[in-house]
């Protein structure tokens, strides 16, 4: 044997011997981890910033906008959603309209999940009002027993009287939507 063929050798017969002793030292253990998850109803609503209200020309017709809100939703098999909407700040400056006093109505259309608020509701500084209804046991997207639409969409067609009486001017009122999920 030459010089190369016997270090081979020595060199195996070390590689063995170490793997035989590591594999003596050695044991192996299988470990089963569960996980769980708690999933709770939830929701989240986007809207624009801002909503123009704009009038046809014609004398005293009124100004009418749309909102197209975004929205996802999960709710309890015994819970529900709402979306609400209420004027938190009336049209400012003075001498405008008055959302108090009712100039401010919307309708609410075209909901891909829940049912949308009925008829021509007034938007009011005193209270929330409806928007749109989510059932029980609803969720947004995957299809199946969810909605085929993510995230899911409706609009509020709002319309402001255009009153005689009304200086002119810019005004502005902040409207404040709500969802919840239940």
């Known amino acids: 044997m ?12 070390a ?3 170490v793997g ?9 253990v299988t470990l089963t981890q569960s996980v ?3 999933i709770a109803p939830t929701a989240k609503l986007a809207a624009p910033a801002v909503v123009p209200l704009v009038t046809s ?4 017709q009124p100004f009418t906008g749309t909102v197209t809100l975004r929205y996802r939703a999960r709710t309890a098999p015994s819970g529900n959603g709402t979306i609400t909407l209420q004027v938190t700040s009336d049209f400012s400056p003075g001498g405008g309209p008055l959302a108090a006093a009712g100039a401010l109505t919307y309708v609410c259309t075209g909901s891909t999940l829940g049912g949308p608020c009925s008829g ?3 938007a009011g500084t005193g ?3 409806p928007v749109l209804t989510l059932p029980p046991a609803t969720c947004t997207g995957r299809g199946g027993a ?9 609009q509020v067609n709002f319309s402001l009287n255009n009153d005689s009486g009304t200086r002119t001017g810019n005004y502005s009122a902040q409207i404040t939507f709500v969802i919840s999920a239940i």
Do not use: K
């Open 2 to 13: 030459g010089a190369h063929a016997e270090f081979r050798v020595v060199l195996c017969a």
């Open 15 to 17: 590689g063995l011997i």
């Open 20 to 28: 035989v002793c590591l594999a003596a030292r050695c044991s192996s």
């Open 36 to 38: 769980t998850a708690q």
């Open 57 to 60: 020309g014609a004398a005293f």
């Open 120 to 122: 021509r509701q007034t």
């Open 127 to 129: 209270s929330q009002s």
């Open 146 to 154: 969810c909605s085929g639409s993510d995230p899911n969409s409706m």
